[in-house]
């Protein structure tokens, strides 16, 4: 077939919903669920775990990059968060901040109507959050309360930024920067 043929075919017409962005969020999606269903739902967490701090390292080293700065301040850190949920279509605000937390509320999920039935999906934002968080400022644990892969309107996202009491009772991962 040639390219002119191609680029005419009465397929492109056709209303199809897919385009590059659905067709990744539907790819994590089923990897996602496929690792859920295999391996179980603790084990696909850690899975896509180790993919979300690769992406929260290269992140932070982006944005580190970018203000020209070794190391981000605990407000610095909170603009990035909400700066790069921003950047792929999230809706995240601060509930609360303080030097030793910052609490997340979030109305829209990057992944769309995909994250649901799919909470392993959370452990990207747990570290990509984390792994900033900890990595400027020494230590983070991601409490995930709500999401709306679970079924909640919204999220709730504590990042715990010292070790607390409040913190080690809280279930959630522990960062560390390096």
């Known amino acids: ?3 002119a043929l191609a680029n005419s075919s009465p397929l492109q017409t056709l209303e199809i919903p897919l ?3 659905i067709f990744l ?3 994590i999606r089923e990897l996602a669920g496929t690792l859920q269903n295999v391996v179980g739902l603790e084990e696909a967490s850690g899975f896509i775990s180790v993919v979300g701090q690769a992406m929260g390292r290269a992140i932070d080293e982006d944005y580190k990059s970018a203000l020209q700065v070794s190391k981000l301040s605990r407000e610095q850190v909170t603009q990035v968060l909400l700066d790069l949920k921003r950047r792929i279509q999230g809706d995240f605000y601060v509930i ?3 030097d030793e937390k ?3 509320g979030n109305r829209v999920c990057p992944f769309a109507d995909k994250v649901l039935d ?3 999906m959370c452990m990207m934002t747990s570290n990509v959050f984390g792994s ?3 990595d400027n400022l020494g230590y983070a ?3 995930l309360q709500e999401t709306i892969a679970q079924g909640h309107d919204g999220c709730r996202v504590v990042v715990y930024l010292q070790l607390t009491d409040e913190a080690e009772d809280a279930e959630g991962r522990e960062y560390f920067g390096a």
Do not use: G
Request: aromatic share 4%.
């Open 102 to 104: 910052i609490v997340f």
């Open 118 to 120: 799919r909470p392993s």
């Open 141 to 143: 644990k991601v409490e």
């Open 25 to 27: 969020r539907t790819l």
């Open 96 to 98: 609360e901040e303080s």
């Open 1 to 3: 077939m040639t390219e």
């Open 132 to 134: 900033i968080a900890a």
């Open 19 to 21: 385009e590059r962005d």
